[in-house]
């Protein structure tokens, strides 16, 4: 099932500067520009760039979530790009990856040699999350019958394995300890204390699915500054290297079911091949996963990594994906901890690569890493980047 | 909780001292044209209360409501009807416990709401409400029938009302 032609770069690129907002649930103090402007300030800062070194800027949110057609033109002011080319891209959930990728591919490609990516979500402007993302459905059937992502297909699928009874345990304990890794995150929306207990007593959202199993409604803003080698390697100290990134796209939500068995692992299926990782635990340290709520980390875990959801529940029970584990998922709180949709999954790759550049902050995890997984998703996209710390 | 971030860039001093905001209502009228195959798939419901799919002549999928191309054998039209029953099997369902406000009308709904995917008996996979909306109650691997709009079809999701369970 990988349907990808081979794609040529014509040369490596390294990502030289990070720059994130803190995500909350409501920012009312700034407008939609200057929350663009935090992180791409602190990127640039992050860098030792000015706007004036820049060739070109890409940026992107969830379409429709700002109310506003062409919110380009006026997000121009947010990271001062006057008179430097400007493009959006978006692609639902995936659109943070999608907009780092289009950086990427513009620097890959040979013609621009350093690019701003820049993604946000502000969703206490817009009333209503789960009505944008229903809106993404076929207008002629699917929204009658969606309730968008917050959906509990995947449990069943999940429960033809294991049982809810011994899976929900392992789930609710799973929680508590990336509640424990996101109060590390300086960066992280939901900073909470939980006890296995509170999961697992906490209301329904769609049966099975929890109230504590779901990501919250951020708002925040990320941003990378990629450059070609020559000029990572002048501008960064220790830039971190983008090895490959693997995107594919299948028709999203409603009628025909969701096809993210075959999406997810034709990612990593192609990304294991063209990569030479047969065994991706040991040879990558680290991975930063796009985890809609817990279950979906557990079944896409499992997907991307070639298990059953019985033996990723085993690995999750004997704590191998904790930050302080064997191989770390999420060390940030991931998803679950912090969801400004349009960003999101671009916060996984920034995340990944501070960790690869070892200075993510208090939630560094402990052992070192050489190479991350970062994977992207939303609707009917999925997208996995493999980040290393060396360029061999 | 209204949070007051301070970056390093911009000191607390500059700041408003109140954030205002403009509140704005927009509308979005659309009439969405169902398209060649669903043209057809919605007459039949409204005129003769019969559900029809449409199979891929390539992998013979079928899709219901039908679909333009079959998107596993990539733009493969599909001009073959199979006509459907109204019941078949339940094979997933959800039961939605979280009030949002749908899309199409603008308001939300009572909850709770279920809906399912039923395996129609000729084969097709059929998404659709389900009632009643209780975990206790549904069952994957039960039969269920579709109650239909007696009065007044359009041509419309809502020719169905939803689908019931088959008692034994």
Redesign the interface.
């Known amino acids: 099932m990988v349907f990808l032609p081979e794609v040529r770069w014509n040369r490596r690129v390294g990502i030289v500067g990070v720059g994130q ?2 995500h ?7 407008n939609q520009v200057e929350l663009i402007n ?1 992180a791409a ?2 990127a640039l800062e992050d860098a030792g760039l000015t706007p004036k070194d820049l060739a070109m800027v890409v940026q992107g949110n969830m379409p429709g979530f700002e ?1 506003v057609h062409e919110p380009d033109l006026w997000h121009v002011e947010g990271y001062g790009g006057y008179l430097v080319p400007g493009i959006r891209v978006t692609l639902g959930g995936t659109t943070g990856g999608e907009v780092a990728e289009t950086a990427l591919q513009l620097c890959a490609s040979g013609v621009y040699d350093v690019v701003m990516a820049l993604a946000y979500e502000k969703q206490d ?1 817009i ?2 999350t ?3 993302i ?2 993404v459905s076929n ?10 992502a ?4 995947h449990i ?1 699928d999940i429960m033809k394995e294991v049982s809810l009874e011994v899976a929900e345990k392992i789930i609710a304990k799973r929680r508590v300890e990336i509640a424990e890794a996101a109060s590390l995150n300086p960066k992280a929306h939901l900073k909470i204390k939980l006890t296995i207990e509170e999961v697992m007593n906490s ?6 699915l929890r109230y504590l199993h779901m990501c919250p409604q951020s708002c925040g803003a990320c941003c990378l500054i990629v450059a070609s080698e020559e000029k990572a390697k002048k501008i960064a100290k220790k830039p971190v290297w983008v090895k490959d990134v693997i995107h594919v796209s ?2 999203g939500y ?4 969701q096809q993210g068995k075959p999406m997810h692992e034709s990612c990593s299926e192609k990304l294991f091949k063209r990569n030479n990782i047969t065994d991706p635990m040991k040879q990558v340290d680290l991975f930063e996963l796009y985890d809609p709520d817990v279950w979906r980390q557990l079944q896409y875990a499992s997907w991307f990594l070639f298990k059953s959801y019985k033996e990723t529940l085993e690995l999750m029970e004997k704590g191998v994906f904790a930050r302080t584990g064997a191989f770390p998922i999420n060390p940030s709180g991931g998803t679950v901890s912090t969801n400004s949709i349009g960003c999101t999954s671009m916060v996984r790759v920034a995340e990944a690569a501070l960790q690869v550049r070892g200075n993510a902050g208090p939630h560094q995890v402990t052992k070192e890493v050489k190479k991350a997984l970062a994977s992207c998703f939303g609707g009917g996209g999925s997208m996995l980047w493999l980040l290393s710390k060396t360029l061999d | 909780m209204v949070t007051r971030e301070v970056t390093a860039a911009r000191k607390l001093e500059e700041r408003a001292p109140e954030y205002l905001f403009v509140r704005t209502r927009a509308l979005l009228p659309m009439r969405y044209d169902a398209g060649i195959y669903r043209s057809r798939f919605f007459v039949e419901l409204r005129d003769h209360k019969k559900i029809w799919a449409n199979k891929c002549p390539s992998c013979g999928r079928l899709f219901c409501p039908p679909e333009a191309a079959c998107y596993f054998c990539h733009g493969v039209e599909m001009p073959e009807w199979v006509e459907q029953a109204d019941e078949g099997v339940l094979q997933l369902f959800q039961v939605v416990y979280f009030p949002f406000t749908n899309p199409m009308t603008g308001v939300a709904e009572p909850v709770p709401w279920a809906h399912g995917n039923i395996l129609l008996d000729g084969g097709a996979p059929f998404h659709h409400r389900l009632v009643p909306a209780d975990e206790k109650v549904l069952k994957v691997g039960d039969r269920y029938k579709a109650v239909w709009k007696e009065e007044g079809r359009t041509g419309h999701f809502w020719d169905i009302l939803y689908f019931k369970k088959v008692e034994k």
């Open positions: 907002t803190h909350r649930s409501r920012r009312p103090d700034v935090e300030r602190e109310g402007e009333d209503q789960t009505s944008g229903v809106n207008p002629t059937w699917g929204k009658w019958v969606s309730s968008g917050v959906s509990s297909t069943f209301p329904y959202l769609v049966y099975p299948i028709p409603g009628e025909g079911g």
